[in-house]
């Protein structure tokens, strides 16, 4: 199954619904992965307004 990218909050799914937020808004046109494993120390977790760990898309269309 093709991995998902949720417009929302940009995790990384393959379920119907994004796990994270339970938008249905997702996209299979997404670039770029980051995994945030230290959300609350993660500069990137911060600038990218992430609050949980897990694989998120970088940009998603
Ligand atoms: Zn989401």
């Known amino acids: 199954m093709a991995l998902k ?3 929302v909050c940009n995790f990384l799914t393959e379920e119907r619904k994004c796990p994270m ?3 249905e808004d997702l996209s299979l046109k997404w670039k770029g ?3 945030i494993s ?3 120390r993660s500069v990137i ?3 990218m ?3 949980k760990n897990g694989k ?3 940009s998603v269309e």
């Open 21 to 23: 937020c339970g938008s």
């Open 56 to 58: 998120y898309a970088i």
């Open 33 to 35: 992965v980051v995994i």
């Open 49 to 51: 307004n992430i609050a």
């Open 38 to 40: 230290d959300s609350e």
């Open 45 to 47: 977790a911060k600038t």
């Open 5 to 7: 990218a949720c417009r």
